[in-house]
T-cell receptor, first 108, second 116 residues
Framework: GQNIDQPTEMTATEGAIVQINCTYQ??????LFWYQQHAGEAPTFLSY????GLEEKGRFSSFLSRSKGYSYLLLKELQMKDSASYLC?????????FGAGTQVVVTP | DTAVSQTPKYLVTQMGNDKSIKCEQNLGHDTMYWYKQDSKKFLKIMFS???????INETVPNRFSPKSPDKAHLNLHINSLELGDSAVYFCASSHDAPGALHQPQHFGDGTRLSIL
């Protein structure tokens, strides 16, 4: 099996930066995904990392260190609409296993 | 132009009943999935089909039976519903092939199942 750990909740102010950490233990690693899920909606794809380093996509960036079993999702210039749950998911042996999600609350 | 659509969106029924949830994708993907998201928001894989063949079958009670009539459809039938089956069930699809590991899964809007 595998363990995926991420904080339960984080609060930040509009315009600020928030970093959501994710640690995992797995075998047969095929990549790490980040998804965003607004309350009552479907998860939507944000980013994918399979090699070490930083992937940047607009206000969102994701980092991976395979040797440390560690990833983070960086959200810059936070907007109210960024209030959502952020799910870290590890792909191994053809399966995508999700963490419990980090609820990000953006305050004015 | 919905990519992954599942019906119904809401399902309220009595314990012991049998119900089905349908899923269709028009993305041309070859792999489809069913996930269960419980009250703690933990999203867990149940089944996966690739080109109509079952490839992932997690530890799910055999009251749950998936069926894939073609690679664009994956339905979920649940027999003898129990209180613990109350959850949101998400269908998803992706393109899975060598060299396509980076392809993300696309999710439907979910079916909210409530057992009375």
């Amino acid at each position: 099996g595998q363990n995926i750990d991420q904080p339960t909740e984080m609060t930040a102010t509009e315009g600020a930066i928030v970093q959501i950490n994710c640690t995992y233990q797995t075998s047969g690693f095929n990549g790490l995904f980040w998804y965003q899920q607004h309350a009552g909606e479907a998860p939507t794809f944000l980013s994918y990392n399979v090699l070490d380093g930083l992937e940047e996509k607009g206000r969102f960036s994701s980092f991976l260190s395979r040797s440390k079993g560690y990833s983070y999702l960086l959200l810059k210039e936070l907007q109210m609409k960024d209030s959502a749950s952020y799910l870290c998911a590890v792909k191994s042996w053809g399966k995508l296993q999700f963490g419990a999600g980090t609820q990000v609350v953006v305050t004015p | 132009d919905t990519a992954v659509s599942q019906t119904p969106k809401y399902l309220v029924t009595q314990m012991g009943n049998d119900k089905s949830i349908k899923c269709e994708q028009n993305l041309g993907h070859d792999t489809m999935y069913w996930y269960k998201q419980d009250s703690k928001k933990f999203l867990k894989i149940m089944f996966s089909y690739n080109n109509k063949e079952l490839i992932i079958n997690e530890t799910v009670p055999n009251r749950f039976s998936p069926k894939s009539p073609d690679k664009a459809h994956l339905n979920l039938h649940i027999n003898s519903l129990e209180l613990g089956d109350s959850a949101v069930y998400f269908c998803a699809s992706s393109h899975d092939a060598p060299g396509a590991l980076h392809q993300p899964q696309h999710f439907g809007d979910g079916t909210r199942l409530s057992i009375l």
